[in-house]
């Protein structure tokens, strides 16, 4: 539900002196549970030791154990934040974990707002800069913090528009109109042109480090490998 401003003005604020006591009661409270301490539950399921789990087993669990979700919330969290059961109806929970585990830090279990595109593309989503910054990115760091709820709701927005992310072989494939002898090169001062002008535009400097570092050099007759880029990125 969305407030007016005129709600939020009348929703009780808390002073300081109101606010810490509050505070340190919560943090001396032990009983809260972490991020890890659920997958280490979902790994009693996991009897193979693979990542995977029964799809029924881990809709059970959101539905009976803990802060209990309605059948509702499982059905849309297992549609938007899992990747599709096999054959034998199991499914990876791995996926989020590693993403979580590269980015967040050890101590808070927070995400650097700065980093929620990497944890994304980690997951296999390709948010644009101007979606990201509408989940909550910032482009420095220390400037705010995301919690595992924060994450978990741009995980699920990005998702449903997934179908607007552009991948690299859709940039390839645009590459590939400059490939004249469709030998998989094309003129390294195209090339440049292209990252400097198309799409979300690389600096100058992003080019040359690009070209410096993920490409090999371009032969005497000015022509570069394009889709070689993609064994040093991916």
């Known amino acids: 539900m969305d407030l007016s401003a005129k709600d939020i003005e009348n929703e009780k604020k808390l002073k300081l002196d109101e606010f810490l006591p509050i505070y340190s009661q919560v943090k001396k409270d032990k009983e809260q549970g972490t991020f890890e301490d659920f997958l280490e539950a979902l790994k009693l399921y996991d009897k193979e030791e693979n990542g995977t789990m029964m799809s029924a087993e881990l809709s059970n669990m959101f539905l009976a154990l803990g802060e209990k979700l309605t059948e509702s919330e499982t059905e849309e969290l297992l549609k938007d934040c899992m990747e599709p059961e096999d054959e034998e109806g199991f499914t990876p929970y791995e996926q989020i974990e590693f993403a979580i585990e590269m980015f967040t830090d050890a101590l808070t279990g927070k995400l650097d707002a700065m980093n929620l595109g990497d944890v994304l593309r980690v997951c296999g989503l390709n948010p644009s800069l101007d979606s990201l910054e509408k989940l909550g990115a910032t482009k420095k760091a220390g400037e705010k913090m995301l919690t595992m709820d ?12 997934i179908k607007n992310q552009g991948c690299y072989e859709d940039f390839v494939e645009c590459l590939k109109l400059y490939d004249k002898e469709e030998n998989g090169k094309m003129i390294a001062a195209e090339l440049s042109h ?3 002008s198309l799409g979300e535009k690389l600096t100058d400097d992003q080019v040359d480090r690009l070209f410096t ?3 090999p050099e ?3 007759d000015g022509m570069i490998e394009y889709d070689s880029m993609y064994y040093y990125i991916f």
């Open 150 to 161: 924060d994450i978990t709701k741009a995980y699920i927005e990005s998702k449903k528009d």
């Open 194 to 196: 292209s990252l400097l």
């Open 213 to 215: 570092d993920c490409l």
């Open 218 to 220: 371009e032969d005497d």
